[in-house]
């Protein structure tokens, strides 16, 4: 069984997903992460040799900024590199269980 850990931006949403792949670990799962280029969900997954796959991300700030431009496009192109690498994984094998918001 694939399991497919998406999330990031906070140890909120990271150690949850930390916590399950301890609890499946052994249990013949195969683990993948998904999340940011730099956020701390990439050094947690790969301090545990799950394989780490990062995509561009936005964020939604709620005050000015010149990159509110720019993310609504990184959160599309996140969007489709993320389905690329799922549409990949076979479906009945591969459940995808996400954290946060």
Sequence with gaps: MNLV??????????????????RVAGRGHKLLY????????????TARGIPYIAIPVGKLRRYWSWRNLVDPFRVLLGIARAWNYLRKLPKAETIVYSFGG
């Design 5 to 22: 850990l998406p999330g990031g931006g906070s140890g909120g949403h990271a150690v949850p997903a930390m916590v399950l792949s301890e």
């Design 34 to 45: 998904i999340g940011s280029p730099d956020g701390i969900e990439r050094s947690l997954a």
